[in-house]
């Protein structure tokens, strides 16, 4: 099994989509500030550094890296420097944190590609992975404990018609 570490705005909205895919187990957390073991309220109100990210853990015999990364890249809005649809701060930003340099070569080529082909700049920070903390237990597949304010988030934020 190995792991990867993706920030794409809200880690609410982008959980279930790996689930789908094969990930044997997404992880909703904060990652590559400098605040050991943060709160929920600190990073939404951007006093740690971090950002909301997914540790998704994974067999590369099933999905590959470049894989997750394709399914990254299909569910954020890579263009926007402010967050991610709704959710603005820096908390919100998008970022692959890469743990080899095979894993910063695959992302590197899936931005270049992404660039060429829309014309447009990414807005994609590519970081070394430094740290991982577990986000509060209310947060971990909060899609299946709360259905309905789940659709909602989807819809209002505008990732459910991406």
């Known amino acids: 099994m190995k792991e990867a570490f993706f920030a794409g705005g809200c880690f609410w909205c982008v959980t279930p989509i790996y689930k789908m895919y094969g990930v044997d187990k997404v992880?909703?957390?904060?990652?590559?500030?400098?605040e050991e073991n943060p709160?929920?309220?600190?990073?939404?109100?951007?006093?740690?550094?971090?950002r909301e990210t997914i540790?998704?853990?994974?067999?590369?015999?099933?999905?590959?890296y470049g894989k997750l990364l394709d399914i990254y890249l299909a569910n954020v809005d890579p263009f926007d420097v402010e967050g991610q649809f709704i959710d603005k701060g820096f908390s919100y930003t998008l970022a692959?944190?890469?743990?080899?340099?095979?894993?910063?070569?695959?992302?590197e080529k899936k931005i270049t590609e992404l660039e060429a082909k829309s014309g447009k700049k990414t807005q994609i920070a590519l970081l070394p992975y430094k740290n991982f903390y577990e986000a509060e237990e209310y947060h971990q597949d909060y899609y299946l404990k709360n259905p309905e304010a789940f659709e909602k988030e989807l819809i209002e934020s505008g990732r459910k018609s991406k």
């Not at 992880?27 to 400098?34: K, N, P, S």
């Not at 540790?55 to 590959?64: A, E, Q």
């Open 27 to 34: 992880i909703c957390g904060y990652a590559g500030g400098d």
């Open 39 to 50: 709160t929920y309220e600190q990073v939404k109100h951007q006093e740690t550094g971090h």
């Open 55 to 64: 540790k998704l853990i994974y067999d590369p015999g099933k999905v590959s």
């Open 96 to 107: 692959i944190f890469y743990g080899s340099e095979e894993e910063k070569e695959i992302a």
